[in-house]
Structures are given as structure tokens and as C-alpha cells.
């Protein structure tokens, strides 16, 4: 069997599909995306077409390391979202062809379901109380919600105590035995954060997510966290990435991106790195079908996964949502805050083509805001 033809679709609402043909008529469906920068990973995927077309696709972790270690240049979101995306095929591909689940060929499945989260709120939280009980009310068990708006590097008490008084109204609105997850989204620098963490820390949150940018991991090793468990990793790319994550000995929870992180190749070793560690594992997916589908592959075969981040409803989705280019829309089985791992041969989903060709020739070109402090100075995202 070799591979015969990439090709890329560019469709809304964010996203990049990537499919992988054969000779043998059999295809993968991957997925990668840069968020906001689709047609630079599309441009990165197709540069590394020389590298793969007549290869046998079954020879999958040869074709990761050609596409890593062959190029003097590696690592990064462009280029590590670009090998994700082709792995995730692969892997679809290889369970196509071999009639079983990509869990199997993985060592088997350890659970036939995984607890996951919806996203509330939006980028500038609002109505938060309301739409946490709509998610319960739903039958999810927990939810995540960005903590803030854009945050100077030191700014006002008022915007603390809004972030707080939003969490206390899900708190009090949902009960105690709830998962509430606060995402500091990188837009909180170390001063702030010391203080957030200190507010935040009766409402027993579930964690929160990059506290600090990852950048600047180190502010987190005399940080008191008050318990709270940090969660980071969405902006981490490789198992080297993660090396300095793991020596730190402050984060509780990593995130890895099946479309980001290198796909399911590489998840699966970072994520064994971090059992040694005794880190959680809890894969971020606020993005499309075929990254949801290999993030559940990886979730049940790994034991130190906890939670499934997945993106039905997000803010981000309005127009196309996250089952809308699946011929089974109930593939996932969304039920009592759990999604079951999909056991059809490959990533266990069948992409409709012809909507998404349809799609693509819409296109997209999202891009994420652009924020500024009151004094004009560039804000975090």
C-alpha cells in the first residue's frame, strides 16, 4: 500500500481537514490547524508532500521521524499542527486498513468512556451562572470558562473581583460536587495571577489553565497556588517541550493538543512522560471532529487522562458546529457528562465529504482578536 495524494480543506468555522489517499482506496482524515493560521499549516503540510507521497502509510512512526528529523529546522506550532494533522491520518488509515480501532493498535482500550467538559461564556465571560446550568442541566458534570478580560501586567482590584464574583455565581448556582475550570488563558501575568489564586481558592475549582503563558513557566516555582491544581500545556508542541514542565514539579494537569502536539504519536509518549510524574492528563480540543476523534483514540488507552476537553456549542463554532461534518452525529454519545470512545476501524468517524468540499470552497479566514490595555499597549488573548 502507498500513499497517493494529500489534500486540504480550509472550512469553517476555524478549521483545516487534511485527507490522505492510497492506492488501495482507502483514506485518513486529519486535522491540522493552527488556529488563525490555516493557511500557513496548510502551506507547511503541502511542503511535506515530497516526503510522503509512495510511502506505506502503515509505516507511521518512520514518517514522523522523517517529517521531524529530517528537516534541519523542527518543533514549533506550524510545524509540529503540520505533522499532527498527517499522523492523525495515518493512524485512521492504518486502522482502516487492519479492521479495529486505533485504540487497539494502541494496546487496547483501559475505559469505555470519558467524563469531558463544555466551554461557557465566550472570550469576555458574561451570563456565566445561567450557562452553567444549561451544561448541567444537559447532563455534563463539569464546565471551563475564561477567568478574565485582558489583564494588565499589574491592573485594578475591580477586574479581580469581577473574576471572582463570576465564579462564586457558578459555584452557587451549580453546587459543590460540579467541576469548574477557570482559564487564565495567558492573560494573567505572575502579579495577578498570586492574587487570583488567592481569591479563587474557596470556590474548590477543578484547576486552572495556564495561569501563566508558558513562556514564562518559571514564575510558577515560588508561586503559592493554594491548592488549586495548574493545568497547562495547549502551547507546548513536543515531548521536549514538556521535559521542562515536568522538572518543574508545579503542574498537576498537562493539555496536549492531538492537532498541535505532533497527533497521536507523540501524545501518546508525552503523555506516558507524564505518568512518571504523576501528571493528569486532560487533552485540549476546543476544535473540530477529527481532533476530537483522535483525542478520544489516545484518552482510552491512557490511564492518567481524567477529563476530555470537546467543543460542542463553543463560542467559536457559531455557524458550523462540532458534529455538523460527521454522517453520524451520534458517534460521540454525549451522555451523563461522558463521551464514549467511538470503536468503528480508524478514528471511528466517517467525514462527509461532500459537505466538506462544499464548505471549502467557502473557506475561511479566522483569525483570533486583537486586544489593548486601556493605555493602548497590547493585551493577551
Not at 500557513?40 to 506505506?56: F, Q, S
Request: glycine share 8%.
Amino acid at each position: 500500500m502507498k500513499i497517493t495524494n494529500l489534500e486540504l480543506f480550509r472550512i469553517p468555522p476555524r478549521w483545516l481537514f487534511l485527507k490522505i489517499s492510497t492506492d488501495v482506496g482507502i483514506i485518513g482524515w486529519g486535522e491540522p490547524i493552527v488556529e488563525g493560521k490555516s493557511a500557513t499549516v496548510k502551506a507547511a503540510v503541502e511542503e511535506m508532500k515530497d516526503y510522503i507521497i509512495g510511502k506505506n502509510p502503515l509505516e507511521i512512526e518512520d514518517i514522523w521521524q522523517t517529517l521531524y528529523r529530517g528537516a534541519f529546522y523542527r518543533g514549533g506550532p506550524v510545524l509540529m499542527s503540520a505533522i499532527a494533522g498527517i499522523d492523525q491520518a495515518l493512524w485512521d488509515i492504518k486502522g482502516k486498513y487492519l479492521q479495529q480501532p486505533v485504540y487497539e493498535l494502541l494496546g487496547g482500550k483501559v475505559r469505555d468512556k470519558v467524563r469531558v467538559y463544555s466551554w461557557i461564556g465566550g472570550d469576555r465571560p458574561d451570563n456565566v451562572a445561567q450557562a452553567a446550568q444549561k451544561k448541567k442541566d444537559a447532563g455534563f458534570t463539569a464546565i471551563k470558562m475564561n477567568g478574565t478580560e485582558e489583564l494588565h501586567y499589574i491592573d485594578s482590584y475591580k477586574k479581580i473581583d469581577q473574576a471572582v464574583a463570576r465564579v462564586a455565581a457558578i459555584r452557587d448556582q451549580v453546587g459543590s460536587d460540579f467541576g469548574i475550570a477557570v482559564d487564565f488563558h495567558g492573560r494573567v501575568h505572575k502579579g495577578m495571577a498570586r492574587i487570583l489564586f488567592k481569591e479563587l481558592e474557596p470556590f474548590r475549582l477543578m484547576f486552572i489553565e495556564e495561569p501563566v503563558l508558558s513562556e514564562n513557566i518559571e514564575a510558577l516555582a515560588n508561586m503559592e497556588t493554594f491548592g488549586i491544581p495548574i493545568a497547562l500545556g495547549e502551547r507546548l508542541f513536543s515531548r521536549w517541550d514538556y521535559k521542562k514542565v515536568f522538572e518543574l514539579n508545579k503542574v498537576d494537569i498537562i493539555q496536549p493538543d492531538l492537532s498541535h502536539a505532533g497527533g497521536i504519536s507523540e501524545v501518546k509518549k508525552i503523555a506516558a512522560m507524564a505518568e512518571a510524574y504523576d501528571i493528569a492528563v486532560a487533552p485540549h480540543s476546543p476544535l473540530g471532529p477529527i481532533n476530537l476523534a483522535a483525542s478520544l483514540q489516545i484518552d482510552a488507552v491512557t490511564s492518567n487522562v481524567f477529563i476530555q476537553e470537546q467543543s460542542l456549542g463553543i463560542h467559536y463554532n457559531q455557524g458550523n458546529d462540532l458534529l455538523d461534518y460527521l454522517v453520524n452525529k451520534a458517534v460521540f454519545k454525549y451522555k451523563d457528562g461522558y463521551a464514549h470512545i467511538p470503536d468503528s476501524p480508524g478514528l471511528g468517524i466517517e467525514i462527509d465529504e461532500e459537505l466538506v468540499c462544499t464548505k471549502a470552497k467557502e473557506s475561511h479566514e479566522w483569525k483570533n482578536p486583537l486586544w489593548r490595555n486601556e493605555d493602548g499597549t497590547i493585551a493577551e488573548w
